[in-house]
């Protein structure tokens, strides 16, 4: 079965200062990968998708980038947090080149706070 | 432009009666739509989806059912119980290309014990 894993459960960083996230997936190859952003009171928007290794789409104009150095990790960074970077982080896939398989599974989230 | 909406922020239902959740979309292209289920701190769970060549689709308690003309799609719960307490959040998107998802704003449902 496929499980995914994102880490920290939770980050406390002050502004200015670096970030990064990560998630992985096992159990499953080439999937399609994608980074969340739940900000308080919003709902879930689209960050970043990517298709393979090194393939990285951005959805929005932002202070974060993201990288896929291997086929089942993802990962979501920043230079200098902003205070409009907090938020609750989800990293979700899905099964690549199957048409019946739309469904997105998510990872248990990271809760971002940046003082 | 929100391509996905849920207009009410917050529902209450009393265990064991029907609930309701809506959800409009403005792209007549989007060919798949799915419901999710949140509680705090978690990521989302998928609970149900429908196929635009489709008009309802049923699991269990849940129904999802699509108008197309109206684009307006909507989740019942039946019969709702407290454990439904949650957000669901609907999602549109395209069965071809990245299949990216298109969030509405969520719902938070209160099932009243």
């Known amino acids: 079965s496929q499980t995914i894993h994102q880490w920290p459960a939770t980050l406390v960083q002050p502004v200015g200062s670096p970030l990064s996230l990560e998630c992985t997936v096992e159990?499953?190859?080439?999937?399609?990968l994608y980074w969340y952003r739940q900000a308080a009171g919003r709902g879930l928007q689209l960050l970043f998708y990517s298709v393979g290794i090194g393939q990285i789409s951005s959805e929005v104009p932002q202070n974060l980038s993201a990288s896929r150095p291997q086929d089942r990790q993802f990962i979501l960074s920043s230079k200098k947090l902003l205070l409009s970077d907090s938020g609750f982080y989800l990293c979700?896939?899905?099964?690549?080149?199957?048409?019946?398989?739309?469904?997105?599974?998510f990872g248990p989230g990271t809760r971002l706070t940046v003082l | 432009d929100q391509q996905v909406k849920q207009n009410s922020p917050s529902l209450s239902v009393q265990e064991g009666r029907i609930s309701i959740l809506n959800c409009d979309y403005t792209?007549?292209?989007?060919?798949?739509f799915l419901w999710y289920k949140k509680y705090p701190a978690e990521g989302p769970t998928f609970l149900i989806s429908i196929s635009s060549i489709k008009d309802k689709n049923e699991d269990g308690r849940f129904t999802v059912f699509l108008n197309k003309s109206a684009k307006h799609l909507s989740l019942h719960i039946v019969p709702s119980q407290p454990g439904d307490s949650a957000v669901y959040f609907c999602a549109a998107s395209f069965t071809s290309g990245t299949y990216k998802y298109i969030f509405g704003t969520g719902t938070r449902l209160k099932v009243l014990a």
């Open positions: 159990g499953t190859s080439n999937p399609n």
């Open positions: 979700a896939w899905r099964h690549s080149g199957r048409a019946s398989d739309n469904e997105q599974f």
């Open positions: 792209n007549s292209m989007f060919d798949y």
